[in-house]
């Protein structure tokens, strides 16, 4: 692949699932990798797997609902590695799957300040960071999900995944004349805690709903990778603006 080798990368939600297969293969491709999470214990997990493996990487506290903590994220990613070249947006909760009109506003506010709000508060910070930082561009990942596209899920997660796939359109149309990249990944049915979680409340329902799409199966974590890391590539250097399905069939 082209175009990793050396690079600065800021995961957010890399305590666990996603985020930390991501967060582990930049570094594989070379890339330095600030991992961070409201989890201080994931991350410090995910930095010793990177370290083990010989790779370079740092750990930050960071909840994505608070822009101050965002902004100093991204701050101490300048100052310890340089600019960032690469951004996963990633952090994300699922909220509650009752129908709408079983939702509290206290789930919807919550859905929307971490996986909507959340995205926003790293795109300005990062957005800023690369703009400064001499003009060599860069290439942001949000992650939404197939609920991004479709009714796949509680109506706070859909409208908040929708949102990521506009924030992610529109931040690529305004910076796209700096050479910024933003693009969005739409996973669909991963294995990891959150769909642990789903589990516990859906029962054998998943796992027939999964059993009946085209893969048959979940994904894993590092398939996502793969397409976040692909996306930051220069192999993808005409692609922006794009929400990028990583779901095994689910929305064919
Ligand atoms: P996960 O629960 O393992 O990871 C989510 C991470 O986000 C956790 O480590 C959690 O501590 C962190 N987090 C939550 N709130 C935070 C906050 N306010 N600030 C900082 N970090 C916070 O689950 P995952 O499946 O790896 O999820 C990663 C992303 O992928 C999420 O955005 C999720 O919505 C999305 N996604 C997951 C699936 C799936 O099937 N697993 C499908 C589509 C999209």
Redesign the pocket.
Known sequence: MNGIDGGVAIV??G?????RAAALRFAEEGASVVVS???ED?IAETVDLIEADGGEASAVV????DADAVAALVDETVETYGTPDFALN?????GRTARLADQTLDDWDRTIA??QT?VWNCLQAELSAMVDGGGDGGAIVN?S???GLSAAGGSPYVASKHGVVGLTRIAAAEYGREGIRVNAVC????D????ARAEVEMGDQLAAMTEAKPLGRMGD?EEVAAAVVWLCSDDASFVTGHPLVVDGGFLA
């Open positions: 957010t939600g305590a666990g699932g996603i985020g999470d409201v989890d994931g960071t909840d994505v609902t990633n952090a994300g909760i699922e971490v996986n959340g992650t999900s197939i609920a996973p669909g049915i991963i990891t805690e959150m769909i974590p």
